[in-house]
């Protein structure tokens, strides 16, 4: 085998997100204060995660980390194979690249439509317009929006909107969807149907998700339940569903 498909191989058979004794700090000085604590997390390809826990219990802090959005300090995160720890800003720039991301607030962009929003994710790839343009109507079509693609967001409800975050996130096939209470402004049904769309297009696309939520009836959605509380990662699922 060649070198460069030895490293292709090892690539593959990465986990999607590997972290070890992790640690974090926000602040400096005096008023540096611990927010994680050895933090170990493995998660494999194609697995769906929902992390739960108190606020203010690290979460967003994680789920930044794991994005590249802020810099490791301490101990090991690697994604899809590439470490983070010590990368620099290019490399940090490359895997954000890799990663579709959903947030609480939806983050669209008021003054595009629903169409356009969406083809704003695909800006940084190497595609066709006419590729873009067949993939940016399936996602659409796919979160049940098809009819809505040129609505801009303000005419759109809490929903539809957030689904067409989803689309946003997904349309560029990422390796591994972050979502981050992703269904907090949503009532209950809207906030499952939100859910189980992004399950149903990763599960096809082959994707890992990470999801936060204190929604307790999505929970059965998941592969697996990680709990988060004062910054420390507990593994017990039945923990998490007590809550
Ligand atoms: P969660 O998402 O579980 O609610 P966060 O990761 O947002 O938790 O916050 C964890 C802790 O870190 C909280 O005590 C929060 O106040 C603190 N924190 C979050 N972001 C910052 C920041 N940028 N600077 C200082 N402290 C922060
Ligand atoms: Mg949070």
Redesign the pocket.
């Known amino acids: 085998m060649s070198k460069l498909l030895e490293s292709n191989a090892l690539h593959t058979a990465a986990p999607a997100i590997s972290i070890s004794h992790l640690n974090h700090y ?2 400096q000085g005096a008023l540096k ?1 611990q ?1 994680l604590f050895d933090v170990n997390l493995h998660i494999d390809r194609g697995e769906i995660i929902i992390m739960t ?11 930044t980390l794991m994005g590249s959005l802020r810099s490791v300090q301490e101990g090991h995160l690697s994604i899809l194979g590439q470490a983070l720890h010590h990368a620099t800003k290019a490399q940090m720039t490359l895997a954000r690249r890799k990663i579709g991301y959903i947030f609480q607030a939806h983050n669209l962009l008021n003054f595009l439509t629903a169409y356009q929003n969406v083809e704003m994710a695909l800006e940084l790839q190497e595609i066709t317009a006419a590729e873009a343009d067949t993939r940016i109507r399936t996602v659409l079509s796919a979160v049940g929006l098809a009819d809505r693609m040129d609505y801009y967001p303000s005419d759109l409800s809490g929903g539809q909107k957030q689904r067409v975050a989803i689309a946003r996130a997904l349309v560029s096939q990422p390796k591994i969807i972050l979502a ?1 209470e992703p269904t907090a402004a949503l009532d209950k049904q809207s906030g499952r149907d939100v859910v189980e769309i992004m399950e149903k297009l990763a599960r096809e696309q082959g994707c890992t998700i990470l999801l ?1 939520t204190h929604d307790n009836r999505i929970l059965d959605l998941a592969d697996r339940i990680i709990y ?1 509380e004062d ?1 420390r990662l507990v593994n017990h699922a039945a923990t998490a569903i007590a809550q």
């Open positions: 926000y602040g204060k927010i826990g108190p606020s203010g219990s690290g979460k967003t802090t994680l789920l981050d936060v988060m910054g």
